[in-house]
Structures are given as C-alpha cells and as structure tokens.
C-alpha cells in the first residue's frame, strides 16, 4: 500500500529522536488530550512508567493511538537497557510488554502492537541488544504509518456507504478521529474524506458522558479542521434522530416502501422528479410506524428513488441537518462481529435499528479479534466512579452514592449495518466475512 498523506489535522503520538539524525535515544511526545479543548499541549514522556500513566489517564486515548503509543513505550524502554546478551534482553522486553498491556484492557490493538514488537524480535534472536534496540524502534514506526494508512483507506471505502450530497448527516459517539489513531481516525476518517471531496458533511456529535470525548475531543478536531459540527448531549441521540427524520424516512426494501410519519408529500417532492409528483400524490401513503408497508404503484421505482435503493437501506430526505447515517469506530470486534465501542454506543445502535438509520462501524485490522467468539467475551474496562460522581471536579451526584461506570459496551452484530475496514466493507453474515477478512491478511 502507498503511503497515504497526513490529514494536518493533528500529530496525535508521534516518536521524537534526541537528535535529528539519530532514530536513538528519544522521547514519545503526545497531546495531553485531558486538556482539551481549552488547550492544545504537546508533552514527552521519557520513561515507561510514564507512558502507561498516559494511556490509564486517557491522555493518550483511543484503540489505535494506545497500541502506536505503547509500541514507541516499549523502544523507551528498551533504549537504555542494559541488558549484556538477547536472552536477557528479551525478558526485560517482556515484562514492560506485559506492563504497558495491563494499562487498559478492553482495545485488543493495544496487546496487538506490543505482540507485534515482540513476534518481530523473536525472528531476530540472533542480532545483538544494540541492533534489538533500533529494530524497536523502526516497528513502532511502521505500526505508526500502517495506521495512518488504513485510516485513509477506511475513510475512502466509508465514503462508498455515504449517499452522494451536500450536507450528509452524520451521527457519530466519542472520538474515532485523528486524536484516537495515527491519524484521520476512523469513523472520522470518513467525515475528513467526504469534505475533502465536497460533500460538507453535517456532523452531529454526541457528547459522550462520562469523560466528554465526543464534545471535547471530536467537536474540536472537527472544528478545527473546518467540518460542519453540532455538539449533542447523549441523551438528545433519540431526539435528533427521531425528530429529524420527521415525515421524511423512506425505507425501500424489495418493492415495498414504508413510513413512519404523515408529512410525507414534502418528502417525496423533494425526492420525486417533478413529473412524478402527480403519481405520487395518488399513492395511498401509509403512516403509522415501520410495519406499514406498501407496493409501489410502478412497476419499478421512479429513478431518483432507484438510484438510492439499496436492499434494507433506510434513505432518507436530504436536507441539511438529517441524519443520514451513524458512523463509530470500535476497541474491539469479535469473531461474530459484536463490537465493543465507547460506552453509549449500544445505545445509539438500538436508535438507529428503529428509525431505520444505517449503523456502520470504522475499523482497522488491529481492532478485530478472532479469538474471542462473541462480544460477551470482550472484556470491558470499568473506570473510577467519580468520573461519573464528581464530573471533572465538580460534584455532580452525592459523594457516597455508588456510581456504576463501565467504559465500553458491546454492540450485538444485529444491530450493525457493515463493518469498514482498510480492504473494504463487511457485511452479514460476520462469522464467514470477518473470517474471510482475517485469512486473506495471513502472509501466504
Ligand atoms: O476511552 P477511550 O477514549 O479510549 O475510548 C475510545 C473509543 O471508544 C473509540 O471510539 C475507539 O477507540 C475507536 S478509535 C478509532
């Protein structure tokens, strides 16, 4: 694969040599994202003890950029190891691999990155320490480019998902954007190439409670980066989607067509080319929810409809403020293409399956996990009550009232509409598709 060009959004985690010309010794310099947005600040943290506190505290955060962070954690590391021959070498290795893993658990690209480093070494049993050392440091490199690169490509086959006009809507949760990964992000990765090719997507942010990435993080790289962006609260998700598609889903399945609401002559002028509104103002237009159905009164559909229709493809009218679709990224998907995401994500997925708003999840290669069945056993990271008691600093319930705070929720594969990932979009049935996915990256 070509390398694919950095958005210019943002240097999320990135690998700062000592010396220009010398790869060792250096710094891992990342942004403190707990102080965003009120401020952009970049630090280097020099010891792997530091690099764990920055994963565990969400400085660095986001499935692809704590599996780039904890491999450039590991050459840290290493890099002034003391360590006489490869034997001893390879057990220091080890036990800071098995630390930085132990700083979060639910993102497999984590475990992904630093196995990665160690496999790589292992074919090298025979280099010395000096030479280990700076074959760290170039995989944690590649890793770093890799993502950058299946980041673009997710953005690209995203975009295939995305109906072709001005102003596409789009919910998304937490931030799967250039501050989660190397860069683009993934979810967002599809936002970043639909402006890029004209689009201006409309994106409608949840907040994310507890830890706010969705208003702190995703609102701001957004913003920054010149992309229409509208800040909601999570529980506002039912709403926006619900009363935004007022009157306005048209859901084509087959030959049949339903409604959930009464306005829909505006619907269909703004769909219908004008010399079929006659037609279809005589159709006998159901209401009253996702059941209703109707055959077309045409033998096909008319073309502006045609053009849309995708087999259980819910398309809607679009006017600028729709939501058209929800795009999330993922910490985890298991073999049957449950996904793990941002706690909340569940919660969006559930909406979306109602008013019939495609779901799709953005992910890497590093984010799947075949050896786990099912999403039940995708283990989920549970965090510090006060994050939900005392919302930065501030008391936001009783101070001895249990608060129960889990960071991730699993997304039962039902709910998920395709998967996008750097060779292309997955769709049901998962088990055979992510299977196929999985075999086809094995070197032959
Ligand atoms: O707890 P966080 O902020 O690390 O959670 C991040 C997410 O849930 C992202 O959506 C996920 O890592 C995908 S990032 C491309």
Same mark, same amino acid.
């Given at each position: 694969?070509?390398?694919?060009?950095?958005?210019?959004?943002?240097?999320?985690?990135?690998?700062?040599?000592?010396?220009?010309?010398?790869?060792?010794p250096?710094t891992?310099?990342?942004?403190?994202? $707990?102080l965003?947005?009120?401020?952009?600040?970049?630090?280097?943290?020099?010891?792997?003890?530091?690099?764990?506190?920055?994963?565990?505290?969400?400085?660095?955060?986001?499935?692809?950029?704590?599996?780039?962070?904890?491999?450039?954690?590991?050459?840290?590391?290493?890099?002034?190891?003391?360590?006489?021959?490869?034997p001893?070498?390879?057990?220091?290795?080890?036990?800071?691999a098995?630390?930085?893993?132990?700083?979060?658990?639910?993102?497999?690209?984590?475990?992904?990155?630093?196995?990665?480093?160690?496999?790589?070494?292992?074919?090298?049993?025979?280099?010395?320490?000096?030479r280990?050392?700076?074959?760290?440091?170039?995989?944690?490199?590649?890793?770093?480019q890799?993502?950058?690169?299946?980041?673009?490509?997710?953005?690209?086959?995203g975009?295939?998902?995305?109906?072709?006009?001005?102003?596409?809507?789009?919910?998304?949760?937490?931030?799967?954007?250039?501050?989660?990964?190397?860069?683009?992000?993934?979810a967002?990765?599809?936002?970043?190439?639909?402006?890029e090719?004209?689009?201006?997507?409309?994106?409608?942010s949840?907040?994310?409670?507890?830890l706010?990435?969705?208003?702190?993080?995703?609102?701001?790289?957004?913003h920054r980066?010149?992309?229409?962006?509208?800040?909601?609260?999570?529980?506002?998700?039912?709403?926006?989607?619900?009363?935004?598609?007022?009157?306005?889903?048209?859901?084509?399945?087959?030959?049949?067509?339903?409604?959930k609401?009464?306005?829909?002559?505006?619907?269909?002028?703004?769909?219908?080319?004008?010399?079929e509104?006659?037609?279809?103002?005589?159709?006998?237009?159901?209401?009253?929810?996702?059941?209703?159905?109707? $055959?077309?009164?045409?033998?096909?559909?008319?073309?502006?409809?045609?053009?849309q229709?995708?087999?259980?493809?819910?398309?809607?009218?679009?006017?600028?403020?729709?939501?058209?679709?929800?795009?999330?990224?993922?910490?985890?998907?298991a073999?049957?293409?449950?996904?793990?995401?941002?706690?909340? $994500?569940?919660?969006?997925?559930?909406?979306?399956?109602?008013?019939?708003?495609?779901?799709?999840?953005?992910?890497?290669?590093?984010?799947?996990?075949?050896?786990?069945?099912?999403?039940?056993?995708i283990?989920?990271e549970?965090?510090?009550?006060?994050?939900?008691?005392?919302?930065?600093?501030?008391?936001?319930?009783?101070?001895?009232?249990?608060?129960?705070?889990?960071?991730?929720?699993?997304?039962?594969?039902?709910?998920?509409?395709?998967?996008? $990932?750097?060779h292309?979009?997955?769709?049901p049935?998962?088990?055979?598709?992510?299977?196929?996915?999985?075999?086809?990256l094995?070197?032959?």
């Amino acid at each position: 694969m070509e390398s694919a060009k950095k958005s210019g959004v943002i240097d999320t985690v990135r690998w700062v040599p000592d010396t220009p010309d010398q790869a060792l010794p250096g710094t891992v310099r990342i942004i403190e994202q $707990t102080l965003l947005p009120s401020e952009l600040r970049y630090v280097n943290l020099t010891t792997v003890e530091q690099v764990w506190d920055a994963i565990k505290r969400l400085a660095v955060r986001g499935a692809p950029a704590i599996g780039i962070a904890a491999a450039y954690g590991l050459a840290l590391a290493m890099q002034h190891s003391a360590a006489a021959d490869v034997p001893a070498f390879m057990e220091e290795l080890r036990r800071h691999a098995a630390y930085l893993i132990s700083s979060r658990p639910t993102a497999v690209n984590l475990a992904w990155a630093v196995n990665r480093c160690l496999a790589m070494l292992d074919q090298h049993a025979d280099s010395a320490p000096g030479r280990l050392k700076l074959l760290l440091i170039e995989e944690a490199h590649k890793i770093l480019q890799e993502d950058i690169d299946m980041c673009r490509s997710i953005g690209e086959h995203g975009n295939s998902l995305l109906p072709q006009t001005p102003n596409v809507g789009i919910l998304t949760h937490c931030n799967a954007g250039a501050l989660a990964t190397g860069d683009w992000g993934t979810a967002l990765s599809v936002v970043y190439v639909a402006q890029e090719r004209g689009l201006s997507p409309r994106v409608f942010s949840d907040e994310t409670r507890p830890l706010l990435q969705g208003s702190r993080l995703t609102a701001w790289e957004l913003h920054r980066a010149g992309v229409n962006v509208t800040v909601i609260s999570d529980n506002m998700a039912a709403q926006a989607l619900g009363s935004l598609q007022d009157g306005c889903v048209i859901r084509i399945s087959e030959r049949k067509w339903t409604t959930k609401h009464k306005v829909m002559s505006q619907a269909l002028e703004e769909l219908e080319p004008a010399g079929e509104k006659a037609l279809n103002r005589e159709c006998d237009i159901p209401t009253g929810g996702s059941k209703a159905a109707a $055959t077309l009164p045409w033998s096909d559909p008319p073309p502006v409809w045609a053009a849309q229709r995708k087999p259980n493809y819910a398309t809607r009218v679009m006017k600028e403020g729709r939501i058209n679709c929800v795009f999330v990224g993922s910490d985890r998907i298991a073999a049957n293409g449950d996904a793990a995401n941002k706690i909340g $994500t569940y919660g969006v997925a559930i909406l979306a399956h109602y008013h019939h708003i495609p779901f799709y999840v953005c992910a890497p290669s590093s984010t799947f996990d075949p050896t786990l069945a099912s999403g039940e056993l995708i283990p989920i990271e549970q965090r510090n009550p006060d994050e939900v008691r005392r919302g930065f600093g501030k008391l936001t319930a009783p101070a001895d009232v249990p608060a129960y705070n889990p960071a991730f929720d699993v997304t039962p594969h039902e709910l998920i509409t395709a998967i996008v $990932t750097e060779h292309g979009v997955l769709r049901p049935p998962y088990n055979q598709s992510i299977a196929a996915f999985i075999s086809a990256l094995k070197p032959s």
